[in-house]
């Protein structure tokens, strides 16, 4: 009786250690979507740094990611900044994703009137970017659903990372959160597919390069269909979102 006790109370305690994981890492973009250059004001530059001030682990969505982290996609945040510029008033505000695209944390609007384009988004990134100070102690929800669905929690030795390298699929993609889509990247990470939604769920308008087609999930999986020579091809892609 006693022994089964102590083994719930350990259980029960390993499953709170999980539950009170939080985010360590967060990737930002290298461009974002609504301006023309990488890095253009300095503002990707702005956004790494505040991220590690609030001390996170920061990455560039163009970096290599150590191994444990490109296997698994859902311990990282994902920052994106979002433009909502109206007449004479430039307005951005972010938004803190999980690795399904779900909003965890909004920022305030961040807004200027300046007239100079590189001293208006500057005024709004840091006014954004100054409002989530302190706010982004955002518990890992994928960690506690992993801990709650394998029961009895088994402990495992970890392979080392030759080993896990070994086991790492190849072709795999993973799915960024972008505005309106995703990017899917390998795990360099290089930008392979860049796909954006549509009103039917499931199915994303995609560019692969110079090559555009339909990004769509059928009943066995994932795939790349588009016109080559008037043929129709359709390519079966491995991605995890």
Not at 8 to 32: C, H, M, N, R, S
Not at 38 to 49: C, H
Not at 90 to 96: D, R, W, Y
Not at 189 to 210: C, D, H, L, M, R
């Amino acid at each position: 009786m006693i022994k089964k006790s102590f083994t719930a109370i350990v259980l029960l305690l390993t499953l709170f250690g999980w539950a009170q994981e939080k985010y360590q890492y967060v990737i930002v973009p290298a461009k974002f979507e609504f301006l023309k250059e990488a890095n253009q004001y300095g503002l990707n530059t702005l956004t790494k740094s505040f991220f590690e001030t609030e001390g996170f682990t920061v990455f560039y969505d163009t970096d290599e990611l150590p191994i444990d982290i490109a296997n698994n996609r859902c311990k990282v945040l994902y920052a994106e900044a979002v433009e909502q510029n109206k007449l004479f008033t430039t307005n951005v505000l972010f938004e803190i994703k999980d690795c399904q695209g779900k909003v965890l944390y909004e920022s305030f609007r961040g807004s200027s009137r300046e007239k100079s384009y590189e001293v208006a988004y500057k005024e709004a990134f840091r006014a954004a970017l100054s409002s989530m100070k302190g706010q982004l102690n955002l518990t890992n929800n994928f960690i506690i659903n992993v801990a709650a669905e394998n029961k009895p929690l088994v402990v495992e030795a970890k392979p080392d990372k030759k080993e896990v390298q070994k086991q790492v699929d190849p072709n795999q993609l993973f799915a960024l959160p972008i505005e309106n889509g995703y990017r899917l990247v390998d795990s360099v990470p290089n930008v392979i597919y860049t796909i954006q939604q549509t009103s039917v769920e499931n199915v994303f308008i995609a560019q692969k390069g110079e090559i555009n087609g339909v990004f769509q999930k059928k009943i066995n999986g994932w795939y790349f269909d588009y016109y080559q020579n008037g043929n129709l091809v359709s390519e079966r892609i491995s991605v995890k979102f």
